[in-house]
């Protein structure tokens, strides 16, 4: 089991940059593909963005795609998500995953416990 802690959150206005890290621990990070969820009140967990093991092959979700840019540090155990030209509509619960294969469909095998980030315009 990987243990999973994401930091960086916060409150930010439109058009800002934010970067989150999610520190990971316990098992092999680079076994691992690595994505990032968001939760908006009310509205069900929503893809983000996720990264391969070691080729880091990248994926993205339509509402983010062109704005956030992930990317890992497997010396240093360390998934991040650089958040850019952010909307109030990005505004969600983060949350850091391990998964078996970097897809939109990355079905977790661990989660962190989520940082808020919040957009105001």
């Known amino acids: 089991q990987v243990q999973l802690v994401e930091s960086g959150g916060g409150l930010v206005q439109a058009g800002g940059s934010l970067r989150l890290s999610c520190a990971a621990s316990g098992r092999t990070f680079s076994d691992y593909a690595m994505g990032w969820f968001r939760q908006a009140p009310g509205k069900e967990r929503e893809f983000v963005a996720a990264?391969?093991?070691?080729?880091?092959?990248?994926y993205y979700g339509d509402s983010v795609r062109g704005r956030f840019v992930i990317s890992r540090d497997n010396v240093k155990n360390t998934l991040y998500l650089h958040m850019n030209s952010l909307k109030p509509e990005d505004t969600a619960v983060y949350y850091c995953?391990?998964?078996?294969?970097?897809?939109?469909?990355?079905?977790?095998?661990?989660w962190g416990q989520g940082t808020q980030v919040t957009v105001t315009s």
């Open positions: 995953a391990t998964g078996r294969e970097a897809t939109p469909s990355m079905a977790a095998l661990s």
């Open positions: 990264i391969s093991r070691r080729t880091f092959n990248k």
